[in-house]
């Protein structure tokens, strides 16, 4: 059974940083997009980043977020920095057939990053 578990939300201030993590397990991935997407309240789930053997950003977070991955652990992380209070969403870890994460195959369950004023 495929399993995404993210971690490394929270709190953080405006100017803040935060790396979040999600650990897959239960196959392997070398030859997929894995990302992240975020979601605020009352708004569509929207694609943040993605990484194979290139990274892919959406344009309000480059230059401030940064993807990678460690196909040995099967991780995915995303180091966040200079957050601003429009960057509070649930964001979701995934695991998908295109760059953009347009179809993706598995879901985490969620982290919440809220960012203060």
């Known amino acids: 059974q495929v399993q995404l578990v993210e971690s490394g939300g929270g709190l953080v201030q405006a100017g803040g940083s935060l790396r979040l993590s999600c650990a897959a397990s239960?196959?392997?991935?070398?030859?997929?997009?894995m990302g992240w997407a975020r979601q605020a309240p009352e708004k569509e789930r929207e694609f943040v980043a993605a990484?194979?053997?290139?990274?892919y950003y959406a344009d309000s977070v480059k230059g401030r977020f940064t993807i990678s991955r460690d196909n040995a652990e099967n991780t995915v992380y995303l180091q966040m920095n200079s957050l601003k209070p429009d960057d509070t969403a649930v964001y979701y870890c995934a695991v998908g057939s295109d760059p953009r994460l347009t179809r993706v195959a598995y879901w985490g369950q969620g982290t919440q990053v809220t960012v203060s004023s």
């Open positions: 239960g196959r392997t991935f070398g030859s997929y997009y």
């Open positions: 990484v194979r053997w290139s990274t």
